[in-house]
């Protein structure tokens, strides 16, 4: 389209936005395009119509799975300074005190609190995960939906059903432009994930089929997050942005505010506008036959994905042969170059560096035996038994490995040599993180925020989260007393 | 980049959202491209130092011109049934009555009383317009500018500073993507617009670099807009969330909150993930040498600029020689294809079909003297002198006519033949309406909503805006008593 004709659509037919009115059709296509399936309607109609009983075991159990690992990092990320500095910006603007901030004493507006806790759960980057998008599910969800849950009473089944629709909504429609979208440079936890927001606040609201199409509309056009502020506070704000861009959508199209009912897959709707490429079976196929949340997963080790197989085979060494650091002479690496090339901090003098040194990740997990966000603090990094170690961790490139394998050698002053293969590291799809790992991580992350007693009783609610009554006792288990 | 390199560069690093440590480098492009020059730093040391004795008379003078006219629309618009809904909406999650619904009665915390008097500002379409961009500059800039004014004291030079300046970037940034970002399907008004209102706001704030640069990136990440939304609520949407979403990104930028410091132009930047084409040129050029606030636009008809030069001609034509309906044979109209491609409604219904009948904006434009929101009302539409007159308006393709010319020709039952051609529309860059055009403009428009005495001191306040102790009192003199 050149200059006139861009002209020609937008400053020279600006009109009142009433509805009825169709705009006048653009200049015709050189190259028409087959018309693209009713995508936004077909999902919307699936979503209207999607009843917690026509749910599967299997979802239903991820959503508890879910909801109790994000509960965890969203504790465990509550005092971060980037809540602290959110917080002190919206406080003087913010609504009645409708919802609390997890892990802390303060309570928000709803939109503020979903903002606010969406950002919490996101600060480690220790959330759950869909590797095929890269969309990390529950952080845009369930802030919005606890939220809402503790603004307006939500049964069990309605608060799993929603967000089992929310996340499926979400990841559907990021697959549907993965990975071109990403390569255009948008973060998907924001761009995709105000869906997620929007549909489980509509499910929640009862939107009939109209409303749901046009908060799908509202959620299209405020989507979040460029890959440029990765490595900034700015990259946790895109979830909990886009939990409030949805709510937002839902809220606004309950009252009747109109949009456009071919928001996703229309000519300028959020898939061409976002993306350079659009696969909409993705979004339309086989929905009610499967379950976007089957695929999520769970990071057992607070840092990226790279080095977790590493961890993974320490640990495994480490606790069958009750190693401590004074029995180990050196410990041999072989992995993917991948590692090397994002993880190769030979002197990480700070947490976060520690994030990206695999020499010192191994030598943690062989000490600690785990590698949460205690294990990535600038004091455990500079811990002068960890640095010894870590001193003594070489690394070779396997080239026949996968990115998500590795092998670890560790040769003991005894003159044992230990081995361990990993095909696939734990907390992948492959080897999803058991229930009680689950819960040895959430306690973890909870540590000094919440009371023990406290913190089995939020652990409990969140396994029974379908069978409660009101699912804001959530919610109001997770404040601070 | 391929699939590999995506997940390469997202899942399997994410990590804490610290500053400290940079991403790992992405590996290296096939064809590097000369570094962008560092557009957002130019940008905003240029805003840290600007200071109001800097502006030309030009740029006051029509900051004052932009305000009067935001103010009669965002007024006009005040009780449009999007308002109501959208007020309904956010009503119970909204914070402290901080500032003022300018023509109603509520007030709201300073984020969504922007939210709504942004909406407000455009639902009738008639506000200022950047014809190089679309960019409608006062939507976004003003309406978070007054609440800020309402919120804590600002005086009117640092009022009108902040207004030229949040103008300036927002229409510099969309420049430098113009109009290929356009055709990419974002709506201007809100993609770049945010920059406006988080750079006006950083202002008044008194970011220093650092702080600005923060902001800008916390805009960059929050772009509004698809434009498959104009014809729904959702197209005033896009101000009203693109003032809020700038606020809160000056907000937070004020307390601490990081993001990138080359939020516009880095690799995965707002220019390049929005537009295929970037002109940095257009950002870094000639700043505090020329302002984009000259090029400033003011509709003098409720309708798209399509129509506007048939509809001075006719009004010239009226008022020259005294003509009423029944003195009229026919008339014809002379127009560019454009006109008929997109206004060429035979028989409109509605107020807002009127809008896209060239025959009804020649019959209103003769029979009333002027083409506002009430000659667009339902009741006009359909008034039989009207539809009379309009059934005897005939038009012809004038071959060698611009977009904004016409030829009007009134044949008079008398044998007279009147004739006006119009080289450019009243309310064109090249014939500016007049300040007492603008006066009447906002009359018509507060008529019925403001009292007329009310109505007299908010035009004063105004005009006199550079002169004010309190630029509040400005938004309170605009709330309905």
Redo the contacts between chains.
């Keep these: ?3 006139r004709s ?19 059709a653009p200049a015709a296509e050189p190259t028409p395009r087959p018309a693209p399936p009713d995508a936004t309607g077909t999902l919307a109609r699936f979503i209207v119509s999607a009843r917690f009983e026509d749910l599967p075991e299997a979802a239903r159990t991820e959503a508890a799975r879910s909801l109790l690992n994000w509960m965890g990092v969203a504790v465990g990320g509550s005092h971060h300074e ?1 809540i602290d ?2 917080l ?3 406080t ?5 005190p ?1 919802a609390g901030l997890f892990g802390r004493k303060e309570r928000l ?3 503020n609190a979903a903002l606010l806790n969406g950002i919490s759960s ?4 220790f959330d759950d ?1 869909d ?1 095929l998008t ?1 969309v990390h599910p529950s952080a845009p969800v369930v802030p919005a939906l606890l939220a809402m849950a503790e603004y307006r009473k939500v049964s069990g089944h309605d608060f799993v059903n929603a967000m089992v629709l929310g996340i499926e909504a979400e990841c559907r429609i990021a697959r549907a432009v ?2 071109a979208m ?5 973060h ?1 936890t ?1 761009a995709a994930g105000v869906f997620g927001a929007a549909v489980a606040t509509a499910k929640i609201l009862g939107l009939d089929q109209t409303r749901m199409c ?1 908060a799908i ?2 959620a ?19 979830p909990g ?1 886009a939990a409030q861009n949805g709510m ?1 959508a839902a ?2 199209a ?7 009912l ?2 996703i897959e ?5 898939a ?2 976002l993306s350079t490429e659009q696969h909409y079976d993705a979004i339309t196929g086989d929905l009610g036959k499967t379950y976007e949340i089957f695929r999520n997963s769970y990071k057992p080790f ?5 080095v977790h197989a590493v961890i993974d085979g320490c640990i495994q060494l480490r606790n069958e042969n009750k190693l401590t650091p004074d029995m180990i002479d050196r410990i041999d690496l072989a992995v993917h170059p ?1 590692v090397l ?2 993880t190769s901090k030979r002197n990480p003098r ?4 520690g ?2 040194s695999v020499y010192y990740a191994a030598a943690i997990a062989v000490i600690a035996g785990q590698a949460g966000e205690a294990q ?1 603090s600038d004091a455990a990094v500079t811990d002068p038994v960890a640095v010894a170690l870590r001193d003594r961790v070489e690394t070779t490139i396997g080239k026949s490995l996968a ?1 998500d394998q590795a092998r670890v050698t560790i040769k003991l002053k005894d003159g044992r040599v230990l081995n361990r293969f990993i095909t696939h590291a734990v907390g992948s799809v492959q080897v999803p993180m058991t229930n009680q790992q689950l819960e040895a991580k959430f306690t973890n992350l909870v540590a000094g925020i919440l009371p023990d007693d406290r913190a089995r009783h939020l652990i409990d609610l969140c396994w029974n989260v379908e069978r409660s009554d009101d699912a804001g006792d959530i919610a109001r288990a997770a404040a601070a007393a």
């Design positions: 389209m050149n200059r861009f002209i020609r659509n937008t400053a020279l037919v600006g009109t009142t936005a009433a509805a009825g009115v169709p705009q006048p980037t500095i959110a002190a910006a919206v003087p603007f913010a609504g009645p409708q507006d709803i939109m996101h600060v480690f980057d995960t590797l890269a993965t990975p990403q390569d255009v440079g948008w998907a924001g046009h509309g509202l299209a056009t405020q989507p979040v997050g460029l890959r440029e502020m990765f490595g900034s506070m700015t990259k946790s704000f895109h942005r937002l809220l606004l309950e009252k009747g505010y109109t949009s456009s071919h928001g229309a000519k300028r709707g959020w061409n506008v607070a840092c990226g994905l790279v991948i090339e994002l700070t947490g976060l560096e994030k990206f990535f990115q």
